[in-house]
């Protein structure tokens, strides 16, 4: 597995990985956010040909870091799911039981539509909009619940699938996803590799991460 780079926030220490995610090491706990579990079956079912291995090696590298890193509990910070139940949700579920004591707890996100039956037989514990520990807040859209929250806290997010544009020699430009962090604010990038990017505009005192390929670059 790829090297991942240390941001500390508050003390605590933060480890962004190049497999679009953060380990949280004082609590033992992966962040991810946007990982539109069913996606692809999704376009599939709608008439769009996208084939399932992009669904399954997203699949795969996110039981990869279950397995690797060994987390208590996994944070979601929304888009779990894409949409409906569909054949590749089962196929999550098929690859969940191997994880049984694996605690996941998903902050909903506007895609995870799925009832919260299915959320509670999965095992899985859902949020419905924000969720708090210690001066840290998780939630989906990073524009909300800011009345709900005091001056200190430390926001994580996604929603917004953060990317960067970078300029070469020759004019071409290329755009990676990043890790976009501001004074009090961390969004992260989209888990599934299935999915657009919004450009961000970093302000002189943010600091981005971009993931190239299997590598991870701070760029301010």
Not at 32 to 42: A, C, E, I, L, W
């Amino acid at each position: 597995m790829s090297i991942p780079l240390l941001h500390i926030i508050h003390d605590q220490h933060f480890w962004l990985s190049p497999q679009r995610s953060i380990y949280w090491e004082e609590e033992k706990t992966l962040i991810v956010s946007d990982t539109h579990f069913g996606k692809t079956g999704h376009f599939r079912k709608s008439g769009i040909a996208v084939p399932q291995q992009v669904y399954k090696e997203d699949l795969q590298r996110f039981f990869s870091l279950a397995t690797a890193l060994k987390p208590e509990r996994i944070l979601v910070v929304g888009d779990f799911f894409h949409s409906t139940a569909n054949e590749e949700i089962n196929l999550f579920l098929k690859w969940k039981n191997d994880f049984n004591s694996l605690q996941i707890t998903l902050i909903k996100g506007n895609h995870d539509i799925l009832g919260n039956s299915w959320y509670e037989n999965a095992n899985i514990q859902i949020i419905e909009q924000l969720y708090m520990i210690g001066p840290f807040s998780f939630q989906h859209d990073p524009t909300e619940n800011h009345n709900k929250l005091d001056g200190n806290a430390f926001v994580f997010s996604g929603h917004i699938h953060p990317g960067i544009q970078m300029k070469g020699i020759g004019k071409q430009s290329l755009r990676f996803p990043c890790f976009y962090f501001t004074k009090n604010q961390c969004i992260l990038p989209a888990f599934s590799k299935f999915s657009g990017l919004a450009i961000v505009k970093p302000k002189k005192q943010d600091q981005v991460y971009a993931i190239t390929n299997d590598s991870i670059i701070k760029l301010a």
